[in-house]
Each structure stands twice: as structure tokens, then as C-alpha cells.
């Protein structure tokens, strides 16, 4: 595609919508999932209020959903059948090019990249052991916007990557070289399938994700993201005991130590994570164990992280923990970093985080065309 001239935009340009899938699987969600679609439902209406979203709901939960939405002009429901509701990684990879006949190319200016998905490892350490309804998410989205489809064999979770829309792409190497990934391809392959699917020209590899992070093996998503070409926001802690702090430093090296596909040298902010949070007993108990899915075992820690947010148009959408001080200061330096956008913190977020990721992972922009 990168031949093509199609590339992935910043996930700060304009939107033309927001996908959304919806929670429901009790091995995954505690309590059936009911406090999960609480802040889900939070989730979509908050970023609403700045971008239409679309929410795919399974056949079981339509009726409630629907009736749900049904005065939210700016959210459609519709029918799609799914293993779970991790749209950043099961829905398609918006990639766009400049388009027009004046410049002698097909008027197509938005394609969706269908990549593999393997439920963040397969059978080598996936989340569930069922992944087929998940595979054609992608497929049924570009086919409902009539959007060509670039398939791809690769897998690949959308929550891996990040781009600064000029040439630029960062991933952690404990993802995407797992062995429970793409075990035939060497880094320099996926570093290649990269540049032209996403159009980039240079990848910047971190060593490790956050800590805790064991459902994606570390995706980038929920460690560091860019809030601009060459500035790149990065959770951090100040506990030296703390093993992310270690993973942490690491990662501010790696990216100090870097330069952008423009030749910049990056500029890093630090944002705090919560906690540490660790699973309760209560919330491991409401999980349903049917051997389908990974465990929610209590006392484990959760994988939290500030940077797990959606720039939405004018609107950044970010998780709050219920760890007052973290929550206020990430509120902070998220209106710091993004001046001209309205900082809306979604209480109950702990529920994602229990799932394994959180707002960032719920969601996937659709760019204007
Ligand atoms: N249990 C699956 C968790 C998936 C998290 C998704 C993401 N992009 O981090």
C-alpha cells in the first residue's frame, strides 16, 4: 500500500468515526460483564460528544444496547457477532492517501488493513482459545463502509503500533517478536511489512511493554505513545522498586537514544502510572473459569497505564483508576500535552484493565476519507 501511497495517519487527525465492540463473555468480564458495559457505555458516550461512533454488539446484546442509544444521535448500533470486544486489535488499520483525479490517482483515499490475529498469541499463550469471529471483524467493517480491504497474513494487533503520521512507527520488540506472533518472520521482515502496510519509513524498537501487561506481551499502546511528531508521552513511576521501573528507563533510552523518520531526536514526557493496582479477590471471583480463557487470578498486577487513551476530534478520552492523586495528575499532563483538546477522564476504567487493556484498546479511528 505504501507504493501505493497510502499511509496511517496520526491518530490525532480527523476522524470520520469511532468503532466500538461490546463487552459480554463471562470468562473475560467479572459479573457477566455488567460493570464492564458500564464504562463502555461511558466510553462511547464521552467520545460522542466530539466524533460519531459506531458500537457492534453481538446478536444477544443488540436489543439492550440499541435501546440504550436509542436518543444518542451521534452513536449507531449495530449486529456483529465477536469473541470479544478489543476493537483496537481485531478492527481493520486505517491507512489513507491523498486522493483526487487531479493527481491521476483511483479516487479510493481510505483503505482498512485486515491483518491476522491470533488472540494476542494463539495457543502459545493467546487470551482465548477461540479467535473466528474475531478474524472477520475487520473484513465486515471496511465491507459496511464499502472500503477496499488490504489483507494481510501477518499477525498483528493494532494496539502494537503506534505512528506519528510522518514516517515514523514505534512497537515493543516483547510483542511483536514473540515467538507466539510470527515465528517464521525475522525482525527485519516484519520491519519491512510495516513500512509498506502502514507507510513508514523508519521503526523505532523498546525492549519491553508494562509491566503486568501479559495478556498482549507488552504492547505499546499501554506503555508510550506519540502526542506529536517527536514528542512521545511515556508512563513512568518514581518507586525505583517497582519493576516498571526498570522497563521504563529502558524504554527512555531506547527512545532518546532514536531518532524519527525526519531525522528528530524525540522528545519524551513522563506520565505517572496508577497505583500499583493488583487484582482483588472479589474481582478474580466474579470471573467466570471455563478453561477458555486466560485466568483473572487475584493479587496479580494489573497492567494501568495513563497512555491508554483516544484522541478523539478535539477530545482526548482516558482512563480514570480511582487512584485519586494518579488520576488528577495524568488529567494534568494530559491538558498540558494536548492544549487545544478537552480532557474527559472515564471513571470505572479499572473494569477494562481487569479485561487487559483498556480505552485505547476498545476503540479504532476511522479517518475522513
Ligand atoms: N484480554 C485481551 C486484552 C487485549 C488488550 C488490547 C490492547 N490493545 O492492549
Known amino acids: 500500500p505504501a507504493k501505493m501511497g497510502f499511509r496511517m495517519p496520526a491518530e490525532w487527525e480527523p476522524h470520520e468515526q469511532c468503532w466500538m465492540g461490546w463487552p459480554e463473555r463471562p470468562d473475560n468480564w467479572r459479573e457477566h460483564a455488567e460493570p464492564a458495559r458500564k464504562t463502555f457505555e461511558r466510553t462511547a458516550m464521552a467520545i460522542s460528544k466530539f466524533e460519531p461512533v459506531t458500537i457492534c454488539a453481538s446478536a ?39 486522493g483526487g483525479s487531479d493527481i491521476g490517482l483511483a479516487e479510493q483515499t481510505i483503505a482498512g488493513i485486515d491483518w491476522e490475529f491470533n488472540a494476542w498469541g494463539g495457543l502459545g499463550g493467546g487470551c482465548f482459545d477461540d479467535w ?129 523518520a525526519k531525522g528528530r531526536q524525540i522528545e519524551v514526557v513522563k506520565i505517572h ?9 472479589e474481582e478474580g471471583e466474579g470471573v467466570l473459569a471455563t478453561g477458555h480463557a486466560v485466568p483473572r487470578v487475584p493479587g496479580k498486577r494489573l497492567a494501568a497505564s495513563y497512555v491508554n487513551f483516544y484522541p478523539a476530534n478535539g477530545g482526548v478520552i482516558a482512563p480514570a483508576f480511582g487512584d ?19 480532557v474527559v477522564m472515564v471513571e470505572g476504567a479499572r473494569e477494562i484493565v481487569l479485561g487487559g487493556g483498556n480505552i485505547h484498546c476498545i476503540t479504532q479511528q476511522q479517518p475522513v476519507r
Open 324 to 342: 485519586k492523586k494518579r488520576d488528577e495528575e495524568a488529567r494534568e499532563v494530559l491538558q498540558k500535552v494536548f492544549p487545544d483538546h478537552e
Open 132 to 260: 473466528s469471529l474475531d478474524r472477520s471483524i475487520a473484513k465486515k467493517i471496511v465491507e459496511i463502509e464499502r472500503i477496499p480491504r488490504f489483507a494481510h497474513t501477518m499477525v498483528l494487533e493494532g494496539g502494537s503500533i503506534h505512528v506519528d503520521g510522518e514516517g515514523t512507527c514505534i512497537t515493543t520488540e516483547e510483542c511483536l517478536l514473540n515467538p507466539n506472533r510470527n515465528p517464521h518472520m525475522t525482525k527485519l521482515e516484519i520491519e519491512n511489512e510495516l513500512k509498506d502496510f502502514l507507510g513508514v519509513t523508519k521503526i523505532i524498537w523498546i525492549p519491553l511493554g508494562l509491566h503486568g501487561d501479559e495478556d498482549t506481551n507488552g504492547h505499546v499502546d499501554n506503555l508510550c505513545c506519540f502526542i506529536k511528531p517527536g514528542v512521545i508521552l511515556l508512563s513512568w513511576t518514581d518507586d525505583e522498586n517497582d519493576p516498571q521501573y526498570e522497563i521504563s528507563v529502558k524504554a527512555l533510552s531506547a527512545l532518546t537514544q532514536a531518532v524519527d
Open 60 to 98: 444477544k446484546q443488540y436489543p439492550r444496547v440499541h435501546e440504550l442509544m436509542e436518543h444518542q444521535p451521534n452513536i449507531r448500533v449495530v449486529e456483529m457477532s465477536m469473541n470479544d470486544s478489543w476493537f483496537r486489535d481485531t478492527g481493520p488499520t486505517f491507512i489513507t492517501r491523498e
Open 273 to 281: 502510572v496508577p497505583g500499583p493496582l493488583y487484582i482483588t479477590k
